[in-house]
């Protein structure tokens, strides 16, 4: 028992009916709170606390590496509004989920790592305990807020204090440290009952004062191009009829950032998506709702954005993101579902809708990419470029809109962004705000488990390659879940040597890889598919039967470009560049 622990002799089964420990303390706070997903990786000293919940009728799902946990109770957070949860072990099983967590707070998705921890007393004098590590102090400048409990009484407090954390203003990542002790603490059962707090209101609405919306529509009325962009904010706000009404009723073309993609249908008459060159350009205000003026948008700046001057409207729940990038001129602060709504009631007073040499412009632009791009994405080759396997997979999007989309890769992440539609809110899960590879098969996961619908993976087989073990976890809990390996051999492309004839090249893999057989080895299905014909059989077979499925679809090794479409970011030798 640990020093600080308050002891408590159990010596008489009597006696032991009134006591409840830090393991179930926790379960309870957990399930008081509604948190019923748990997604893990077992071991010291955290075993029993997973069988615990468990039996308690909470899911626990274990993963074969914290990462990919991570990564699924991060996507679950952004996907329920409510924080998604990983546990892991303690010092490197902590590690492996703090990237998952980091992740969880730069996409702003609610998230709580909790994570067992050793000996406080030896880890802190430094005495060299099992895998001792201070966490508390590495997770939090990389998380939102961070905490430990020492106490099982404060169990509670500790719970309520990380979900409100996690999921109020602007939603992050939170740890959660739990010593070896505490979990084995007891104390009185009632007393305990009585520690636990249900969270009132965890994310407050927070209303926009009637100046900021006053502000944002003169300047939108005074706009001669304006633009909307969507973020995922403001897919996560799950504000999807007013947000649509408002697109509607202003008649402003739209642009989504790429996990916003079917907040409105893709194929929406204002969707500027295929004009995006032309709408960033042009556009005279810019209305950002829940995205970021990041390197995704090229900080609002340079040759993306062209010479026009622009006038930045910008809805976001967090005031410090305004004026990060480029000066905003209406700052709307507050949560997008209160922001949209009370801007829909100020058009209602009055609106005349953007001219139309604007809107036709920017319809003109979208039908003649769309028709530009539409015969390559009906190439039949084999082996498959990557708009021809893609043309297959929009096609199976468009008839199955409730199917959700996980993708990864460069190429594979790049093409399938553009060419894939999507038809309903919440339905795109990607890389997000890092642009960070090994999400796969965690996010296909978590979206698997929180919503029951099919999921199709499209990965690049670099990408894959981070999470691919995961396929053991697909096949356990029998999930339906469909992944597509482009396989082109490489990184980027598949063709890369070493000048000195020693060694693979950097980028290349083993060619002709059998991916597939990775899913067949666990008792999933596994097929290869040469042809987009072959992929589109395939994938609808998955997706019918909803068994774990594997497709390796062969793309050519020599499709594919350096970085797929950021390769500008790659700095330049100026001594050689072969
Ligand atoms: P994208 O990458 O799609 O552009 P970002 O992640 O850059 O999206 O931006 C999302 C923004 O949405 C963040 O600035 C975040 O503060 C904001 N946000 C998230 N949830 C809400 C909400 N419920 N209300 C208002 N803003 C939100
Ligand atoms: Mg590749």
Redesign the pocket.
């Given at each position: 028992m640990s020093a600080t622990a308050p002891s408590v002799d159990v010596k008489t089964d009597e006696a032991a009916q009134d006591l409840t420990d830090g393991f179930h303390l926790l379960i309870d706070a957990l399930k008081l709170n509604d948190i019923n997903t748990i997604y893990n990786v077992p071991g010291i000293p955290i075993t029993d606390l997973g069988r615990y919940m468990q039996a308690a009728g909470l899911r626990v799902l274990s993963f074969r590496h914290e990462q990919h946990a991570g990564y699924a109770a991060a996507i679950a957070g952004f996907l329920t509004?409510k924080p998604g949860v990983c546990l892991t072990v303690s010092a490197p099983g902590f590690l492996n989920g703090l990237t998952a967590l980091a992740h969880a707070q730069?996409?702003?998705y609610p998230m709580i790592l909790m994570s067992g921890s050793s000996e406080r007393e030896i880890v802190d004098l430094q005495q060299g305990d099992y895998e001792e590590m201070d966490q508390l102090a590495i997770a939090k400048p990389l998380c939102k807020a961070a905490f430990r409990v020492l106490h099982a009484e404060d169990i509670g407090i500790a719970v309520a204090r990380a979900i409100r954390a996690a999921v109020s203003?602007?939603?992050g990542g939170v740890y959660l440290d739990l010593p070896a002790a505490l979990l084995g603490q007891a104390m009185d059962a009632a007393k305990g009952a009585q520690s636990l707090v249900k969270v009132i209101d965890p994310?407050p609405a927070?209303i926009p004062s009637a100046d900021s919306i006053a502000r944002a529509l003169d300047v939108l009325k005074g706009a001669k191009r304006p633009l909307i962009?969507?973020?995922?904010?403001?897919?996560?706000?799950?504000?999807d009829a007013d947000i649509k009404a408002l697109v509607e009723k202003s008649g402003i073309p739209y642009l989504?950032?790429?996990?916003?993609k079917g907040l409105l249908p893709d194929d929406h008459p204002q969707s500027a998506g295929a004009a995006r060159s032309l709408a960033l350009k042009e556009a005279d205000v810019v209305m950002?709702?829940?995205?970021?003026?990041?390197w995704?948008?090229s900080h609002g700046k340079g040759k993306t954005w062209g010479t026009e001057p622009k006038k930045f409207i910008q809805?976001?729940?967090?005031p410090k993101?305004m004026d990060s990038n480029v000066e905003i001129v209406a700052p709307v602060v507050?949560?997008?579902?209160?922001?949209v709504s009370a801007l829909l009631e100020g058009i209602a007073k009055g609106w005349t809708p953007p001219p139309a040499a604007w809107t036709d412009a920017i319809r003109e632009k979208v039908s003649t990419n769309v028709s530009k791009m539409a015969p390559r994405l009906q190439n039949n080759n084999s082996p498959m470029d990557f708009h021809g396997a893609l043309g297959a997979l929009k096609t199976i999007i468009k008839q199955r809109p409730d199917a959700i989309l996980v993708n990864e890769g460069a190429n594979t992440l790049d093409f399938a962004r553009s060419v894939i539609d999507m038809h309903k809110p919440r339905k795109r899960l990607d890389v997000?705000?890092w642009g960070v590879m090994g999400i796969g098969m965690g996010q296909a996961i978590g979206a698997a488990v929180e919503t029951g619908h099919p999921v199709l993976a499209i990965e690049g087989d670099s990408a894959f390659g981070f999470s691919g073990m995961e396929v053991e976890t697909i096949c356990r809990y029998n999930l339906p879940i469909c992944v597509v390996v482009f396989n082109n051999g490489g990184i980027y492309r598949g063709t890369d040597v070493d000048p000195t004839g020693r060694d693979p090249g950097t980028t290349v893999f083993v060619k002709d890889a059998r991916y597939d057989k990775m899913m067949e080895a666990f008792g999933g299905v596994g097929v290869t598919a040469t042809s987009p014909d072959e992929l589109t059989r395939a994938v609808n077979e998955a997706m019918d039967s909803g068994r774990p499925t594997l497709v390796n679809a062969i793309i050519d090794p020599l499709a594919g470009t350096e970085s797929g479409r950021i390769g500008n970011l790659n700095p330049q030798s100026v001594v050689s560049k072969k």
């Open positions: 509004k730069t996409n702003c203003g602007r939603p994310a927070q962009i969507l973020g995922k904010g403001a897919a996560y706000a799950q504000a989504p950032m790429s996990m916003a950002l709702i829940g995205a970021r003026l990041n995704l948008l809805i976001d729940i967090e993101e507050g949560d997008i579902g209160s922001c997000g705000t």
